[in-house]
């Protein structure tokens, strides 16, 4: 479906210098293209930590692949809720889940995945109120203050987000950036960041939300991969993540794989009825 070649040593001075000034941000910077990854084989089956999945019935949500993705599976999820016979469960509420299969990025903490909840299944679930009051309040201002709203919930930390661009659907309108949960001081790195796209449907009764990995070339591998970051990582960890989000809005679509613009084009075409 629907790589920021700089060199590990050139990022650190980047991340040095960028308080100084935008346009040193800007020298350090290529625009040379990889591929990320190998696509990968297409599965047999849903991946088994699904629990328990049913056929879904309506609503229905269908978008274009546009080459990104070998096949989908449509799944409805039940509503998750942590006790004690669900320990270190993440509260969630009722879902349509769509895996993506043969999506090109497999070395990745996170699944390719798009999600459709109904707003009447959110209102029982207090957090997920609130990312539903946090991205109707973005589509108001069009102003990205302090965390961007996200589902599905997560107890991990929004570390940071970046190429944050308001984006309609065919249903809806919402917002797409560039993010990292972590629970600790990870690195930005390339097994973690991944493409949101938050919507809400115009009619306000669907929220939409799609997850999608991207890699881009000088991002360290991993969250283990820390030999080569600034100093800021250890002995100021807020300021090392200011400073890299300067350099990752100057990339351009295509300098990430998949290109955004591949993905912006799936999210555009989602559509909810």
């Not at 970046?162 to 659907?169: E, G, R, W």
Request: glycine fraction near 4%; charge should be negative.
């Amino acid at each position: 479906m629907k790589t920021f070649k700089f060199a590990l040593a050139l990022l650190c001075l980047s991340l040095l210098v960028s308080a100084c000034t935008t346009e040193t941000s800007t020298a350090v910077l290529t625009s040379t293209v990889q591929t990320a990854v190998e696509p990968s084989p297409l599965p047999t089956q849903a991946p088994t930590q699904v629990p328990e999945p049913t056929e879904p019935s309506e609503p229905m949500i269908t978008f274009d692949m546009n080459g990104l993705a070998q096949a989908v599976a449509t799944l409805a999820l039940p509503e998750v809720q942590p006790g004690a016979d669900n320990p270190g469960a993440v509260a969630m509420p009722q879902q349509t889940l769509l895996w993506l299969y043969g999506y090109p990025i497999t070395t990745h903490v996170r699944e390719p995945q798009i999600f459709l909840f109904e707003i009447e299944d959110i209102a029982v679930n207090d957090a997920a109120v609130q990312a539903v009051q946090g991205l109707q309040a973005f589509l108001q201002s069009q102003q990205a203050v302090g965390a961007l709203p996200f589902l599905p919930l997560t107890a991990d930390v929004q570390q940071m987000h970046a190429q944050v661009k308001p984006l309609d659907f065919k249903s809806g309108k919402g917002v797409r950036f560039l993010t990292q949960y972590s629970n600790g001081m990870s690195p930005i790195n390339n097994q973690m960041l991944f493409y949101t796209f938050q919507g809400l449907t115009n009619d306000g009764k669907y929220y939409t939300a799609a997850v999608l990995p991207v890699y881009l070339n000088g991002l360290p591998l991993n969250p283990t991969d820390t030999s080569n970051l600034p100093l800021e990582f250890t002995s100021d960890f807020n300021t090392y993540v200011a400073n890299l989000v300067n350099p990752l809005d100057l990339q351009s679509a295509s300098d990430y794989a998949p290109d955004l613009d591949l993905l912006d084009a799936l999210v555009q075409s989602i559509v909810v009825e």
